[in-house]
């Protein structure tokens, strides 16, 4: 099946810091990806979508100059976690929808994100 | 908002026994689909069923769709410790962009060996 990946797994930061986290398609092309926040024992929360050549889509309640997303290429899109607080620390998921079948998701592993 | 309601939030079980989790939802949806999350990890897509079908099978896994009720249920037959892990229903709903599926709450699956 599909594969993305995603890095780093996890980080510990000092606030004020920021943090960018990677999402890769490995074996395929992915012009949309979403960006999601889960706390612990709870769903994801989808943050924005990111879009390939444009603007990401965010989220009501999503700051945009707090978390940056870049997708640059058919195949990275990264969120960069902008002077990152405490209330910030959760895990973050991206995923893509594979180009032959748009429906279903495949997901990165997630990033566990520490802000001290 | 969440789309997807599952019951129940956390389910222990036996070994061999089956596991049923439901979820509800809110709004008419174009398909509907499960999900797995082992703990600190992504999601593993299990399986898809559409607003016309009303059950569908992949090896242990057995899904219902029932859209007047606006409910499905996920059944694992024989269950195995490698079971465990959190299960999530998510929903595309007609007018979203692709692959934008609204997650349910997930209920927690502990299958004791």
């Known amino acids: 099946g599909a594969v993305v990946s995603q890095h780093p797994s996890w980080v510990i930061c000092k606030s004020g810091t920021s943090v960018k986290i990677e999402c890769r398609s490995l074996?395929?092309?992915?012009?949309?990806m979403f960006w999601y926040r889960q706390f612990p024992k709870q769903s994801l929360m989808l943050m924005a979508t990111?879009?390939?050549?444009?603007?990401?889509?965010?989220e009501q309640g999503v700051e945009k100059d707090k978390f940056l997303i870049n997708h640059a290429s058919l195949t990275l899109s990264t969120l960069t976690v902008t002077s990152a607080h405490p209330e910030d620390s959760s895990f973050y998921i991206c995923?893509?929808?594979?180009?032959?079948?748009?429906?279903?998701?495949?997901f990165g592993s997630g990033t566990q994100l520490s802000v001290l | 908002s969440q789309q997807g309601e599952e019951d129940p939030q956390a389910l222990s079980i036996q070994e061999g026994e089956n596991a049923t989790m439901n979820c509800s939802y809110k709004?008419?949806?174009?398909?509907l689909q499960w999900y797995r999350q082992n703990s600190g990890r992504g999601l593993v897509h299990l399986i898809l069923?559409?607003?016309?079908?009303r059950e569908k099978h992949s090896g242990r896994l057995r899904v219902t769709l029932d859209t007047s009720k606006k409910s499905s249920s996920l059944l694992i037959t024989a269950s195995r410790a490698a079971d465990t892990a959190s299960y999530f229903c998510?929903?595309?709903?007609?007018?979203?962009?692709?692959?934008?599926?609204?997650f349910g709450k997930g209920t927690k699956l502990s299958v004791k060996p």
């Open positions: 069923i559409r607003s016309n079908e």
């Open positions: 995923s893509a929808p594979h180009t032959g079948t748009n429906e279903k998701l495949f």
């Open positions: 074996d395929f092309q992915a012009t949309t």
């Open positions: 990111s879009n390939e050549g444009s603007k990401a889509t965010y």
């Open positions: 709004t008419s949806i174009n398909n």
């Open positions: 998510a929903t595309a709903h007609y007018g979203g962009s692709q692959g934008n599926l609204i």
